[in-house]
C-alpha cells in the first residue's frame, strides 16, 4: 500500500523490501541527488492525525537535506494500526527492542544506511507528540543506534505501558525521580554507553502533553549521561528558554527548549524560509527545525533571529525583569486537520471517558 499523501510530495520516495517489518509502518525517504558516501541520516516522525509527507512540508526537513547534505526517513503509521495515526508509543509490543513499530523504524534505518552508504555514526531522529514520545522509546531501545535525538511534546520512555498510563501520563506526567527513569533505559537495551544526546522542545501552555512531561525527560537523560543539575541558560529569542547540561568539554548532551505560551506543536519560523505553519506546525518565530539539526552537527549554528516589536504586537503577555518576553500562542491546539477532531479534542474525550480528566 502506498503511504498516505506520497504523490503529492514527489520527492519522496516510499521504502520497500527492508525487512519483515513487524510494526506493519510505511516509510518515505528523500535522499538528494549526488548525496555523497559516508552522509548523515535524520529520521522525523509525525503526531497524531498527521501524515509523513504534511509533517516534512510544515517542518522543513527536506528542504534542510537538500541544504545541508543529509538523507531522511520518514515513517508514517497506518490508520489500520492506530486510528488516529498516531504511533503506539504506549505498547509494549511497539516499544520494546527488537519487536513492532520499534523495530520496523531500526529495519528502515538498517536498509537505508546499506543502500546509500550513509554514516553509520550520524544517525539522529526527532518527532512530535506521539512521534516524539517513540523518539523516546527509539533512543531507548536502540541507542547503539543514534549520535542525537530531539523530542518535541512527547513523554519520556517508560511512562506508560497501556493507554490509560498514556493518557494519565499526557495529563500530568508520572512523576518518578532521576535515577528510576535512567533505569527504565538500561534495562531497554544492553547497551551501556556513551548514550545519544537528547534536546526537548516543549510548548509551555501545552494542554496535551503536558510541560511536566519534559521536566521528566531531562531528568531521564541528565541521569544517563551523570550530569549534574546545572545547566547554563542560552541566549534565546524572547518567550523562548534554552537550557543546556554540557559535559566538560563543553558539548551540550542534553537540552531544554520551552516556548512560553505556545500549545501543542513544533514551534516554526516561516520567515525562515525553511518551514511553513500548519495545523500542530506553529509560526512562533522560532525555527525548531534549524536548532534541531544544529544540535545534531548537520548544520550550522545559528543566532537567534532578532524580533521586530511588530511581531510581537497582540503576543506579548509581560515582560520579566530579565528582559523576556512572554508570548501568548499563535494559534490554539484544539485546531486539526478538520474541526473537532484535533489530538486534543480526541486525547480529551478519552481522558473524560476514562475518568482521567475532571470536566
Known amino acids: 500500500m502506498k503511504p498516505a499523501n506520497a504523490a503529492s510530495a514527489p520527492h519522496l520516495r516510499p521504502v520497500t523490501g527492508f525487512g519483515s517489518d513487524p510494526g506493519h509502518l510505511a516509510m518515505l525517504a528523500f535522499v538528494p541527488d549526488g548525496l555523497p558516501v559516508g552522509a548523515p541520516l535524520v529520521v522525523a516522525l509525525h503526531g497524531c492525525t498527521q501524515t509523513a509527507a504534511g509533517y516534512d512540508q510544515g517542518c522543513g526537513w527536506s528542504t534542510l537535506a537538500?541544504?545541508?547534505?543529509?538523507?531522511?526517513?520518514?515513517?508514517?503509521?497506518?490508520?489500520?494500526?492506530?486510528?488516529?495515526?498516531?504511533?503506539?508509543?504506549?505498547?509494549?509490543?511497539?516499544?520494546?527492542?527488537?519487536?513492532?513499530?520499534a523495530e520496523s523504524i531500526r529495519q528502515a534505518i538498517a536498509h537505508l544506511v546499506a543502500q546509500h552508504s550513509l554514516d553509520a555514526r550520524r544517525i539522529f531522529i526527532t518527532?512530535?507528540?506521539?512521534?516524539?514520545?517513540?523518539?523516546?522509546?527509539?533512543?531507548?531501545?536502540?541507542?547503539?543506534?543514534?549520535?542525537?535525538?530531539?523530542?518535541?511534546a512527547g513523554l519520556p520512555y517508560g511512562s506508560a505501558a497501556s493507554m490509560p498510563q498514556a493518557f494519565e501520563a499526557m495529563a500530568g506526567g508520572r512523576p518518578r525521580g532521576a535515577a528510576a527513569w535512567a533505569g527504565l533505559v538500561r534495562a531497554a537495551s544492553p547497551h551501556r554507553g556513551p548514550w545519544p544526546r537528547v534536546a526537548v522542545w516543549q510548548g509551555e501552555a501545552d494542554t496535551t502533553v503536558r510541560p511536566a512531561n519534559a521536566a521528566e525527560l531531562v531528568k531521564q537523560w541528565t541521569a544517563l549521561h551523570g550530569l549534574a543539575d546545572a545547566p547554563v541558560t542560552v541566549p534565546a529569542e524572547p518567550g523562548h528558554t534554552h537550557r543546556a547540561w554540557r559535559d566538560a568539554a563543553g558539548v551540550p548532551?542534553?537540552?531544554?527548549?520551552?516556548?512560553?505560551?505556545?500549545?501543542?506543536?513544533?514551534?516554526?519560523?516561516?520567515?525562515?524560509?525553511?518551514?511553513?505553519?500548519a495545523p500542530f506546525i506553529l509560526?512562533?518565530?522560532?525555527?525548531?527545525?534549524?536548532?534541531?539539526?544544529?544540535?545534531?552537527?548537520?548544520?550550522?549554528?545559528?543566532?537567534?533571529?532578532?524580533?521586530?516589536?511588530?511581531?510581537?504586537?497582540?503576543?506579548?503577555?509581560?515582560?520579566?525583569?530579565?528582559?523576556?518576553?512572554?508570548?501568548?500562542?499563535?494559534?490554539?491546539?484544539?485546531?486539526?486537520?478538520?474541526?473537532?477532531?484535533?489530538?486534543d479534542q480526541v486525547i480529551r474525550k478519552a481522558l473524560a471517558a476514562a475518568g482521567l480528566l475532571k470536566r
Do not use: K
Open 66 to 101: 537538500a541544504r545541508h547534505g543529509f538523507a531522511l526517513l520518514l515513517p508514517e503509521q497506518r490508520q489500520a494500526n492506530n486510528p488516529n495515526r498516531c504511533f503506539n508509543w504506549f505498547e509494549p509490543g511497539d516499544t520494546t527492542r527488537g519487536q513492532g513499530e
Open 253 to 277: 548532551l542534553v537540552e531544554y527548549h520551552g516556548i512560553a505560551g505556545m500549545a501543542h506543536g513544533v514551534p516554526v519560523d516561516p520567515a525562515s524560509g525553511v518551514a511553513a505553519a
Open 283 to 343: 509560526d512562533v518565530g522560532v525555527s525548531s527545525t534549524q536548532r534541531i539539526a544544529a544540535f545534531f552537527g548537520i548544520a550550522a549554528a545559528e543566532a537567534p533571529r532578532p524580533v521586530a516589536p511588530s511581531e510581537l504586537a497582540g503576543r506579548v503577555i509581560a515582560i520579566g525583569r530579565d528582559g523576556a518576553a512572554q508570548v501568548a500562542p499563535p494559534r490554539r491546539d484544539t485546531s486539526g486537520p478538520w474541526p473537532g477532531t484535533g489530538p
Open 127 to 152: 518527532g512530535l507528540s506521539a512521534g516524539g514520545a517513540m523518539t523516546a522509546a527509539m533512543l531507548a531501545t536502540c541507542p547503539e543506534v543514534f549520535a542525537a535525538g530531539a523530542i518535541i
